[in-house]
């Protein structure tokens, strides 16, 4: 029987080990990376056949993950092909957490990735007023990390409360975060088992011709067959007034619909690749 294997961003603790936990009931082996760029070139190399993937692609508040479309997606847009594919895709809540090592008030330092406290700013401030101190921002690679650079009783750190009760830190303050709705949509990507039920939507990235009207025709190509999109971003690819357009929309790629925009698409662009069609996922849907 094969094994299942996740690649995810490390350590312990991360949103994505949060999410890898969620998804995958029976994970085997859990991979743990320093960048998630580096998730997908290992996830390309790796033999097994149940290996997969998961990287956030946009935070409701920050955007796209622009590290994903810039350093791993954009270069395959020139040959339209890559070896992996998205299969899934999974809606985590971004609950951040004030968490220390004892149950002191005062604060000092705060670590944290610098999207994390930034997401946190006007709690930070609050804090602030609320100890009568001025607190030092001190970013990290990531949230879970933060935890490793707590050293003094006025060390504190943002991270979530599925990495504080992994690494047993007391949690000082829950919904950390300023904005209450704050998410991040995570893709799982595998290269070899894409048997995940019925795909709904599509991910696709392009570059255009530098011409009057070229992104209006590419989005008809779209709306002309009923599909509806819900993620548009331009990501600059480095030559004055070139963009690449990273898109998804609701439709499977083998559907007679979702042929005619991919075959459209493909006479309308410059360079497309397709990075999968996915179903979008909820607790324990994937492998149980």
Known sequence: MNKIK??????????????????????????????????????????????????????????LVTEIVNDFWLPKVDSGFSYLEVVGEFCNPVRHVLAKNNNRKKIKRIFSHPQALGQCAENIKLLEVELGVKIELIATKSTAGSIDKIERPGDAAICSEFAANLRGINIVKRNFNDKDNNQTLFHVLTKGNSDFGLKTHTAILFTLKDEPAALIRALNCISDYGANMHMIHSIPVGIPGKYAFYIEYDENTDSNNGKGIISNLGHSTEDLIIIGSFIKLSEREVLQ
């Open 6 to 63: 996740v690649h995810c961003l490390g350590p312990e603790g991360t949103y994505g080990h949060e999410v890898v936990m969620k998804v995958f009931l029976n994970a085997d082996e859990i991979v743990f990376h320093d960048s998630n760029s580096e998730i997908l070139f290992a996830l390309e190399e790796d033999e097994d056949p149940l290996s997969f993937g998961i990287v956030p692609i946009e935070n409701s508040t920050k955007g």
